[in-house]
């Protein structure tokens, strides 16, 4: 079954906006438009239930019941606990939590690994923790190729070594990275595996079961709905941490590691989007299925529709003779983001260009300065980035190569 692209972009308020008419987003890797169930989630929780919840007047009560079934719906979509997800203001704010859970929890001379190609989030808490007497290692990348390389990661991997925080997908090259593959080789190091997937999960919610990693954190507002982050912490983790919330809450596990809670709203609304994943598997034949195999259906389609989408865009800029692709040139190998510079132009020009033409576009660094520092690129300009999810359309993306073949000539 191919992917209903009507009935998707029937369920996206933006595209029948007038003020975003004749408009074509490619910053989706930035953040994707909101589908209608999580507007309407959030309408009707500050109309409805704008209260403290949790107490036994009926809304408040209703209000908690709205944010514990948004926890354990999507719990059951990533296919595990509902006691180990946990929501936060942000990616960034989830992982410097971490981070700082880790510099209780480790000793001195523990050894972590970080990457030179993911989002500071993911690196620079992590990396801070040098001052405090550990010993942080970067697993680079292979500088011709923008790739994180396997035998890179195993030169790196030691007795001491006791976390490796890397992404599921890089938000500049691209790469999808065989997560299950770099987990095991991590957990026979004896060290746990920390997986960035804010890149990956636009494109379909993981099963973390099968990923086999032990936190995995991403930012709903790129999977169409508020802007909160979503994080896994698997249970044994959870309990081997120190407790960075309220002293109160230790005993809770969904507290640990929200030192502040997150806008109650916006979590009601988390039911949006599991509402808007229910309605297109229902809609593509997945009704009755148990979960991880609806959830399994729903990424097939949004990666079929984007790949048969993102291949002749990547052709066109792996051909033109004013553009340099970064990263790989097949789409089953790569999210739909997709980032290049064009030598001799600035990328702020080109994205300016583009912008004129009702095309907004990504230009910078996209916090992974190291990664384009390493790649040679000017990181005060950047590289222009190009992402879309499957609301996306063939003729938008005929649009775009178009517009691109204006600006680079």
Wanted: net charge neutral; hydrophobic share 40%.
């Amino acid at each position: 079954m191919l992917l209903d692209l009507d009935f998707v972009r029937a369920q996206f308020p933006a595209f029948s906006e007038p003020t975003l008419a004749g408009f074509a987003h490619f910053e989706n890797a930035g953040g994707s438009y909101a589908c209608g169930q999580t507007i309407r989630w959030l309408e009707r929780y500050y109309r409805q239930t704008k209260v403290q919840p949790y107490y036994a007047f009926a809304a408040s009560a209703q209000a908690g019941e709205q944010m514990d079934a948004a926890k354990a719906r999507m719990a059951t979509w990533l296919n595990v606990g509902t006691d180990e997800v946990q929501f936060g203001p942000s990616t960034s704010q989830n992982t410097y939590v971490l981070a700082q859970a880790l510099r209780r929890h480790l000793k001195p001379g523990d050894e972590i690994v970080v990457t030179n190609q993911d989002h500071e989030a993911n690196v620079g808490a992590y990396g801070r923790l040098a001052a405090e007497g550990f010993t942080v290692r970067e697993w680079n990348v292979n500088p011709h190729t923008a790739e994180l390389e396997r035998r890179d990661l195993e030169a790196l991997l030691g007795p001491r070594t006791k976390l490796v925080a890397f992404t599921h997908c890089s938000n500049v090259v691209g790469s999808i990275h065989p997560v299950r593959e770099l987990t095991d080789l991590v957990h026979q190091a004896g060290a746990w595996a920390f997986v960035d997937g804010v890149a990956f999960s636009p494109h379909g919610l993981p099963d973390l079961a099968e990923l086999g990693v032990d936190a995995y954190y991403f930012s709903l507002y790129k999977v169409y709905g508020p802007h909160l982050g979503a994080m896994f912490i698997k249970r044994e983790i959870n309990a081997a941490l120190p407790n960075q919330g309220h002293f109160f809450n230790d005993a809770l596990p969904e507290k640990r590691f929200t030192p502040a809670g997150p806008d109650h709203a916006q979590i009601a609304a988390v039911n949006g989007v599991i509402d808007y994943m229910d309605a297109f598997a229902d809609h593509h034949g997945q009704a009755g299925k148990p979960a991880h195999e609806r959830a399994a259906a729903v990424r097939g389609l949004f990666r079929g529709h984007e790949s048969a989408l993102l291949q002749p865009l990547l052709d066109f800029l792996a051909g033109h003779p004013k553009a340099k692709l970064i990263g790989r040139t097949r789409a089953a190998e790569r999210a739909p983001t997709v980032s290049f510079t064009a030598p001799g132009r600035r990328s702020a020009d080109i994205a300016a260009a583009l912008a004129r033409a009702k095309i907004g576009v990504g230009v910078g660094h996209f916090y992974a300065y190291r990664l384009v520092k390493a790649l040679g690129i000017d990181t005060d300009d950047g590289a222009v980035r190009l992402s879309f999810v499957h609301y996306t359309s063939k003729d938008e993306v005929d649009r775009l190569i178009g517009e691109l073949e204006r600006c680079l000539n």
